[in-house]
């Protein structure tokens, strides 16, 4: 009999930094995209030149035939007093956290808000 260890999955995901609360312009309630990247085949990201402010780090992939099925994670982070990096966050994906895929496409396809001015860097790894 053999017996399989089972070790985390990594993806290549769609990877959003949301803002809480957002800016003063911003509708209240509403989260403001700040900036988004995808993760490499091994799951790591890297977002820069975040100022500080209180944020949700939101992560999503679309799995495709036959489950044609989103997978969502997220972090909350705090970044302040000019904090210069923030490493090895690790967002778990998984069905149970998805949204409808109108709610996720209207989110990876908003504009981002304006050039960051920040100097933290932040960076971590999707798995599922």
Not at 32 to 60: R, W
Request: charged share 15%.
């Amino acid at each position: 009999m053999r017996i399989k260890n089972r070790t985390p999955a990594f993806y290549s995901a769609f990877v959003v930094l949301l803002l809480i609360l957002g800016l003063p312009f911003a509708s209240a309630g509403e989260d403001t995209l700040i900036a988004k990247t995808h993760s490499d085949p091994f799951g790591d990201f890297e977002l820069s030149d975040i100022p500080d402010g209180d944020y949700n780090i939101t992560t999503v992939k679309l799995l495709g035939s036959p489950m044609n099925m989103w997978i969502k994670g997220s972090a909350a982070i705090n970044i302040s007093d000019g904090q210069s990096s923030i490493t090895d966050i690790v967002i778990q994906m998984s069905s149970d956290n998805a949204e409808d895929s109108e709610a996720i496409n209207a989110t990876i396809s908003s504009a981002i808000l304006s050039s960051l001015d920040g100097n933290c860097s932040i960076t971590g790894k999707t798995v599922a």
